[in-house]
């Protein structure tokens, strides 16, 4: 969207510019128009003089045809002149026609290649959506199919539990049996040494009968236990083997169904790359045919890497979600050695074995979790003292910094006085080329009034000139109708007629050469006037750029003082940070000495638990026999 806003704006720029060009070049039309009436006027003025100066001529007769052929020729000259500026002129106006169609083409064929774009610019768009459905639709997919896989995974921890006590029972039911076994060679033994005791005589018969019919009667009972725990045995072994089939087919089930989802994700990674190559090769051709495309192509990439980021975020998510699932397994393995510690709290004895074995468990887990909290106290300690280490070197390097900081400070302020002395230099020169500017523009005024009365002077001259052009014109014509008289009294007024004409051309001859004279003077004046607008102008110019420098002196040590402000703002930052950082590392170092503290207590603890825990169980073998040897007497 954003390279699309600027071609769109770049198009939008290059129509003003064409638009502003043509605007000047029909500006230019005109103005050339102007100049092309301009000279037809002075032609037309041209064509009246060379009608009137031939006129002119004819009346002045032969001894002027000469001078009427040399000024014709030079009027012819600047008739040829005028008609060659003329049809310049007309060129130059063509050439600009020209021109202007030109652009209006090139603004057509602008307008053509922004309608162009516009089309490219909706077909990406399309495509880009297009791309962005397929990414959402994968996604989709991608959520379907890790939920299937944590599914399968919860029912395998399921399985697992179930397994587990079925474990369980059955090695307390062997241990039963185990027992049991036990005490049936015990009753046999006592069996055969109360026989051989009959056989010897050593007690009564009714005694031994009672002894007998006791024993067998526990015998019986002894043989019904075993048989029951023999059944159960059987019936837990049926049900362990019951229970690993049904593990073993979800195992096979689950890996077959992982097996698949692999298989579906590979192709559709395998479609996606293919997708992804192709689209890769559209977006070639478009970035051929137009490099714009290119910032779509990092958009892209971008938003795919921001996936992927998402992705491992949710991975990451998912193993701590497994973490507290684990956490949660074995709460429930607690509870549920709780609720057995329950049932069997009959018999004393195994509610204290129990207990002094959970307690030791409890040490032993909490043994190592105060290592665990050891390990990450002194694993926080050597981070503390590296980050104590770094912030170190980095408040020495900050003060180097500072330091250098400080030194381009004073260096900038010293460049700063320097500028500021070279600003008032430059200030002071400007001040003395407006002055001098001001005496040549005083002089220049003077020598345009100069060329004033020069130029008054000459139109005085030139009027003097042609009242003597006049007055020489009506005595030629006198004489010549003087002459057509043919009176010889007129011959002395024809020689004195001669004589004034030839003073009055002396005369013309004079003031042509006074007017010439001034003339020159005039260029020779326009000459010094211009060589002083140039130094007037070279003068304002340098002061100009004496100026330019003083601004750009000005914003140099503008930015060196931001510079400087910068730098002490990045400075305070980094104490505050390094004042930061040896805080936490204190509170690290405390928090290391607790779980120190926790550790050693733990110790204690465990000690303690294991020097009592040898004790309860000598206590509890004599009891237990104690036991057996009451039953006899309260069954007699």
Same mark, same amino acid.
């Given at each position: ?175 039963? &049996? ?142 701590? &979600? ?79 910094? &500072? ?12 460049? &700063? ?220």
């Amino acid at each position: 969207a954003d390279s699309e806003s600027k071609g769109k704006h770049d198009n939008h720029q290059k129509l003003q510019n064409a638009l502003g060009e043509i605007e000047s070049l029909n500006e230019q039309l005109e103005e050339e128009q102007a100049a092309r009436s301009e000279l037809q006027a002075k032609l037309s003025r041209a064509n009246a003089d060379a009608a009137q100066w031939k006129n002119k001529y004819d009346m002045e007769g032969a001894s002027r045809v000469e001078e009427l052929e040399d000024a014709k020729r030079k009027l012819a000259n600047r008739v040829q002149e005028m008609e060659e500026a003329l049809a310049a002129a007309e060129s130059k106006a063509s050439s600009m026609e020209k021109v202007k169609n030109r652009m209006n083409e090139e603004v057509e064929d602008l307008l053509l290649d922004l309608e162009k774009a516009q089309a490219q610019a909706s077909n990406l768009e399309k495509k880009q959506k297009k791309f962005d459905q397929q990414i959402n639709e994968w996604k989709i997919k991608c959520d379907e199919i890790q939920a299937d896989l944590d599914k399968s995974q919860r029912d395998a921890r399921g399985y697992s539990t179930e397994l587990l006590k079925v474990r369980t029972a059955h090695e307390d039911t062997e241990e039963k &049996y185990e027992a049991l076994k036990k005490e049936n060679r015990a009753l046999t033994a006592e069996l055969t040494s109360i026989t051989d005791q009959l056989s010897d005589g050593g007690k009564s018969s009714a005694e031994v009968e009672k002894i007998r019919r006791k024993l067998g009667m526990e015998n019986e009972e002894l043989q019904i236990a075993l048989e029951e725990a023999e059944a159960a045995l059987e019936q837990e072994e049926g049900k362990y083997l019951k229970v690993q089939l049904e593990l073993t087919q979800i195992k096979q089930t689950s890996d077959r169904r992982s097996a698949e989802k692999d298989e579906e994700i590979e192709t559709m990674r395998k479609n996606h790359q293919r997708q992804m190559d192709s689209l890769q090769n559209t977006i070639d051709a478009e970035q051929r045919a137009k490099g714009e495309l290119l910032k779509n192509k990092k958009k892209y990439d971008s938003d795919v890497a921001d996936l992927e980021s998402q992705l491992d975020g949710a991975l990451r998510t998912n193993g701590d &979600y497994q973490k507290a699932i684990k956490k949660l397994q074995a709460q429930l393995k607690e509870m549920q050695a709780l609720i057995d510690d329950e049932s069997r709290g009959r018999d004393d004895m195994r509610d204290s074995a129990s207990r002094s074995e959970r307690r030791a468990n409890d040490l032993a887990v909490q043994l190592d979790e105060a290592r665990v909290a050891l390990e990450q106290a002194d694993r926080a300690r050597k981070l503390a003292d590296n980050e104590k280490n770094e912030f170190a070197d980095r408040a020495a390097e900050l003060q180097s910094m &500072y330091n250098n900081i400080a030194n381009a400070k004073r260096k900038a302020e010293g460049d &700063y006085h320097a500028l500021q002395e070279e600003i008032e230099e430059l200030e002071n020169e400007a001040k003395a080329g407006e002055e001098k500017a001001a005496r040549a523009m005083a002089e220049v005024a003077r020598l345009m009034a100069e060329l004033n009365s020069a130029q008054d002077a000459a139109s005085t001259a030139d009027k003097s000139r042609a009242m003597l052009s006049k007055q020489c014109v009506d005595l030629q014509s006198r004489l010549e109708e003087a002459e057509a008289a043919g009176g010889k009294g007129l011959k002395n007024q024809i020689r004195k007629l001669e004589a004034r004409i030839m003073e009055i051309e002396n005369d013309l001859d004079t003031e042509v050469r006074k007017s010439t004279d001034v003339i020159k003077a005039a260029r020779k004046s326009e000459k010094k006037v211009k060589e002083l607008q140039f130094a007037v102008d070279d003068e304002k110019k340098t002061a100009e750029r004496a100026q330019d420098t003083a601004e750009k002196l000005n914003q140099k040590l503008k930015k060196l003082r931001m510079q400087v402000e910068e730098a002490e703002q990045s400075s305070s930052q980094w104490q505050s940070k390094y004042k930061k950082a040896a805080v936490d590392l204190e509170e690290a170092e405390e928090r290391s000495e607790a779980a120190e503290q926790a550790l050693q207590k733990a110790r204690q603890r465990a000690r303690a638990s294991a020097s009592g825990a040898p004790t309860r169980g000598a206590s509890g073998a004599p009891s237990r026999a104690r036991s057996r040897l009451r039953t006899p007497q309260h069954d007699d």
